[in-house]
């Protein structure tokens, strides 16, 4: 799988191919959707209406160093193809993406963006990239690595701009990476939840747990430490409501119950046993349950 990061400045979440974009080399959108600038410049959606062009840029904005070996490319975009095609279509592919980012680039010209040395195909090798993936990343590293600290996790979480390449929802080489950047930043909300927590800012923690329940519904530390601050906010309508719809997502998903610690926690919201007077530190973040289920999972017998 093509994985990979880089050092340097890095874009913005939020930008937009519609909004002027003033910084010099290339910038990247990859989480929430794919777009381009150069030079503060969007790169417009049509330059991109052959899908091996973008796929190109992507897999190099994804790779280590953004550089990968040419046969590496071929495989991952022309599978089928003997190596002679692969190389041939590899070829037509380069000289779009060189002329996406790059319109008046002249004939023989050295391109700033996507170059080819040596068997090599690299993106912006004068490291004059930037983009809204490495950025995130970054600020999940120093959150990670800093005294548990609310706004350096805030900070982190805010650079999230949604799902990793969502139009590749399906190829293979972009799972992995995927996967890797929604795991950072549901970790990152569930720390920020428990530091919320300490600091008896409740609708806080609830906020970054519904947000974790936003982008893994089936989540059920997020879930069960939902119902528990519900119950703590003196909220017990909403628990029992949660509680409900998290159930019949289970089994209509899973063909399963909630796990014996998310029925009792249900149960003691229902009966007062956990409510606004009770401050009993629960840390469940570090409980070490993760709470992973196989699709084939039996029923638990105990029902509420």
């Known amino acids: 799988m093509i994985n990979g990061t ?9 930008d937009r191919p519609t909004a002027r974009v003033e910084a010099c080399g290339l910038r990247l959108r990859l989480l929430g959707g794919f777009s381009a ?5 969007p790169v417009q959606a049509d330059a991109w209406r052959r899908r091996k062009v973008s796929r190109l840029v992507k897999l190099l904005a994804l790779a280590p160093d953004h550089r990968l070996h040419r046969e590496q490319v071929e495989c991952v975009l022309w599978p089928a193809l003997d190596p002679r095609a ?9 000289y779009r993406a060189r002329h996406a980012l790059e319109p008046g680039l002249p004939r023989r010209a050295e ?8 068997d090599l195909l690299e993106l912006a ?21 800093s005294l548990p600290d609310a706004e350096l996790f805030t900070e982190a979480v805010g650079r999230f701009g949604g799902e990793l390449l969502p139009e590749e929802r399906f190829e293979d080489w972009a799972i992995d990476r995927r996967d890797t950047v929604k795991a950072t930043y549901v970790e990152l909300l569930l720390e920020l939840a428990a530091i919320e927590r300490g600091r008896a800012r409740l609708d806080a923690a609830i906020d970054a747990l519904k947000r974790i329940v936003a982008v893994e519904p089936l989540h059920e530390d997020a879930q069960a430490q939902l ?24 089994r209509s998903e899973l063909e399963a119950e909630p796990l014996p610690t ?3 926690i ?16 629960m840390d469940m973040a570090s409980r070490g349950a993760r709470f992973e289920r196989e699709r084939a999972a039996p029923a638990l017998e105990l029902r509420p």
């Open 6 to 14: 880089s050092a340097g400045p890095r874009p913005g979440a939020g």
């Open 37 to 41: 600038w150069v030079d503060g410049r």
């Open 86 to 94: 692969a190389a041939q279509n590899l070829h037509h592919t380069l």
């Open 111 to 118: 391109p700033r963006f996507v170059r080819l040395q040596n």
């Open 125 to 145: 090798p004068g490291g004059e990239l930037e983009s809204d993936l490495e950025r995130f990343e970054q600020a999940a590293a120093a959150a990670f690595a």
């Open 227 to 250: 119902l528990y601050l519900h119950g703590l906010a003196g909220r017990r309508h909403l628990a029992v409501a949660h509680y409900h719809r998290f159930r019949d997502l289970l």
């Open 262 to 264: 998310t029925i009792e």
């Open 266 to 281: 249900y149960r003691s919201v229902v009966s007062g046993r956990i409510c606004p007077s009770d401050r009993i530190a």
